[in-house]
């Protein structure tokens, strides 16, 4: 090797050898990382846990044991349109235009969001972004990859797109689908899906046909579990995008109005209660067979982080109908997570991957919904917004190992050697 060469040699080993010290702060160096984002709306830790220790959550336990877990902090009276817009945006709903269910009287759009989302920095940034049901996306914004809308999506018999489940042929009032020609690829080859869960069965309905309404209502939804996971399972195998984020929001649906709750709980009705204590419990054992789905395509490159909205508690005390009418219309709900007071009904928080702690608890809900954004952007190198509320959750990741993946790296340990 000549001189110049050699020179050349070292110069280059020495710029790498900076980033790559610079880079050290990143959970993963000489790859782009890969996010799977998977949102449970409504994951209750008091359902789940049992769960766990029975062993019928087998998927969650083992991520749970390879990564950091514990409460997720939320706000005043938590919903789905409100905190996912903080997921997105790490501001609060007032500032980023989602405040709820509606805004000024009309059911909340993507359009009306007034901070940069996750979806629209990462785009910017170059990053591949695949986004499905997630709630308060429609229309189905542009991204650098693809997005499905989810909850709020208007359609045929759901004009207002409160909390029901348009077929994607029954769409309206704007795209759910970006881009258009997924939309085609989609139906083809998945199926003509709904989209969200099922609206609730209200009171009359109800009254009279207990049984016969519950067990058809959980049929269905089966249903629409069956093809969210066939989608997911689609997607990730098609359709492979540096951040993905998918949503799940049939456990909330069913804890509202089906939570095993006993009869001394506000809102007790043997006729409904009685019927099927085990249908609130069986969506978060389908959420670990989704769960599963979505491990197959996670690698040792791939942070997979779990993560949901809110809790889900029973009623303390009898609450009008109308006291969740944005959310329920007149069924009659027996658990709710809109508690003043957000700290009743944590999320939930489960994160798995490269520079992350393995088996830990966090414990005190150090980690709140506004650090979501700002962790993700970490993970790339993107530069947060100054405006955004929440911090990078460095008590997840493992700092020393991080710094020992970079300095690893083939292309850094020449140098290592040279300095030696
Ligand atoms: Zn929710
Ligand atoms: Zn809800």
């Known amino acids: 090797m000549s001189k110049r060469i050699w020179f050349c040699t070292l110069a280059a080993i020495i710029l790498l050898a900076a980033s790559g010290v610079a880079m050290?702060?990143?959970?993963?160096?000489?790859?782009?990382?890969?996010?799977?984002?998977?949102?449970?709306?409504?994951?209750?830790?008091?359902?789940?846990?049992?769960?766990?220790?029975?062993?019928?959550?087998?998927?969650?336990?083992?991520?749970?044991?390879?990564?950091?877990?514990?409460?997720?902090?939320?706000?005043?009276?938590?919903?789905?349109p409100k905190i996912y817009s903080i997921f997105e945006t790490s501001r609060p709903p007032e500032e980023n235009g989602i405040t709820g269910f509606k805004v000024n009287g009309e059911t909340a759009v993507s359009s009306l969001l007034k901070a940069p989302p996750l979806w629209s920095l990462l785009s910017?940034?170059?990053?591949?972004?695949?986004?499905?049901?997630?709630?308060?996306?429609?229309?189905?914004?542009?991204?650098?990859?693809?997005?499905?809308t989810g909850m709020l999506t208007h359609g045929k018999g759901c004009e207002d797109g409160m909390l029901c489940s348009p077929k994607l042929s029954e769409v309206q009032d704007g795209e759910a689908v970006f881009p258009k020609t997924l939309a085609r690829e989609i139906a083809s080859d998945?199926?003509?899906?709904?989209?969200?869960?099922?609206?609730?069965?209200?009171?009359?309905?109800l009254r009279g046909h207990e049984a016969e309404t519950v067990n058809r209502w959980l049929e269905n939804v089966s249903q629409i579990r069956k093809q969210q996971q066939k989608l997911f399972d689609y997607l990730l195998t098609k359709r492979p995008t540096d951040f993905t984020f998918f949503v799940q929001s049939c456990e909330d649906r069913?804890?509202?109005?089906?939570?095993?709750?006993?009869?001394?709980?506000?809102?007790?009705?043997?006729?409904?209660?009685?019927?099927?204590?085990?249908?609130f419990p069986n969506q978060y054992r389908e959420f670990d067979k989704v769960l599963g789905t979505v491990l197959k395509h996670v690698d040792t490159n791939t942070t997979l982080i779990i993560l949901s909205d809110h809790g889900i508690k029973p009623l303390r005390e009898i609450e009008s109908h109308e006291a969740h009418?944005?959310?329920?219309?007149?069924?009659?709900?027996?658990?709710?997570?809109?508690?003043?007071?957000?700290?009743?009904?944590?999320?939930?928080?489960?994160?798995?991957?490269?520079?992350?702690?393995?088996?830990s608890r966090v414990f005190g809900l150090q980690m709140g919904v506004y650090d979501i954004a700002p962790t993700i952007l970490h993970l790339y190198g993107v530069p947060a917004p100054p405006q955004m509320k929440g911090h990078v959750l460095t008590e997840i990741f493992e700092d020393t190992k991080a710094i020992a993946d970079a300095t690893s790296s083939p292309l850094i340990k020449p140098l290592l050697h040279v300095l030696h």
Not at 30 to 43: D, E, H, Q
Not at 60 to 78: D, F
Not at 254 to 271: D, S
Not at 336 to 348: A, I, Q, S, T
């Open 254 to 279: 069913v804890g509202h109005w089906l939570y095993p709750i006993q009869p001394h709980n506000a809102g007790y009705n043997p006729g409904i209660h009685s019927l099927r204590v085990d249908a």
């Open 325 to 359: 009418r944005d959310h329920a219309g007149n069924t009659p709900v027996i658990a709710k997570h809109d508690f003043e007071d957000g700290d009743d009904v944590p999320g939930l928080f489960v994160a798995m991957g490269p520079g992350i702690k393995r088996g």
């Open 24 to 80: 050290a702060q990143q959970p993963a160096t000489t790859k782009k990382p890969r996010v799977i984002m998977l949102g449970v709306n409504g994951a209750e830790w008091d359902i789940i846990k049992p769960l766990l220790v029975r062993g019928e959550m087998p998927n969650l336990a083992w991520v749970i044991s390879r990564g950091v877990s514990g409460k997720l902090r939320t706000v005043s009276a938590p919903n789905c």
């Open 190 to 205: 998945v199926g003509d899906i709904s989209i969200d869960c099922l609206r609730m069965p209200g009171d009359a309905e």
């Open 124 to 148: 910017d940034a170059r990053i591949s972004v695949g986004m499905a049901n997630v709630p308060a996306t429609f229309p189905a914004p542009p991204v650098n990859g693809y997005v499905i």
